[in-house]
């Protein structure tokens, strides 16, 4: 079973020029612009014959989510991968997220300030992957707290794909996970 994404949140943030690297780099071909707001590629395949994909030019066409998700479950379909696996690979930010996950890692203080790095481990997009974060002073204690006792954290903030990297900036609302708390309590 492939999972169809609906997230349009998810399709909105797919840079364009991402994407159009990656069809660049995957064998697809400019074939020639479609009006004023989009271009069209295409890829030949032997067997299937030819694909093609609608791009649009700018992030504020009205249609873009729409065009961008067709763009995805077109590469899914000629790649034999799951709309989930394409998106892993093309998404670069993602704003406003909240990571859930578990403490794998503490950096130490750096001086006499209350903050270090912190490594999450939750699911970003398909899989669960390490996610780098800074945190200080009682979000940096809490993190500990979260590591020593192996609780399910949540953390808002930017996601930045940096270097095949997952890097949570500007992280808010460090807490524990109360819903996996009350759920442990009540077994």
């Given at each position: ?59 504020n066409l ?43 890692q503490i ?20 899989k669960l ?59």
């Open positions: 079973m492939k999972v169809i994404v609906r997230d349009a949140e998810i399709f909105r943030n797919i840079e364009l020029e991402q994407l159009q690297d990656y069809l660049q780099s995957h064998d697809w071909h400019f074939d020639r612009p479609f009006l004023d707001n989009a271009t069209i590629w295409v890829k030949q395949e032997a067997q299937r014959g030819q694909f093609e994909i609608m791009l649009p030019n700018r992030k009205g249609d873009y989510v729409t065009r961008i998700s067709e763009a995805v479950e077109t590469l899914a379909t000629v790649e034999n991968r799951s709309q989930l696996e394409i998106i892993s690979l093309l998404i670069t930010n993602y704003p406003n997220i909240t990571i859930q996950g578990i403490v794998t950096a130490s203080p750096n001086g006499n300030i209350l903050n270090g790095e912190i490594t999450l481990l939750g699911v970003v997009i398909d992957r390490p996610v780098i974060t800074l945190l200080a002073d009682y979000e940096y204690i809490l993190a500990i707290k979260a590591y020593t006792e192996r609780l399910p954290v949540l953390c808002q903030g930017d996601l930045i794909k940096e270097n095949e990297k997952f890097i949570l900036k500007n992280p808010h609302q460090f807490r524990l996970d109360e819903t996996y708390h009350h759920q442990a309590v009540l077994r």
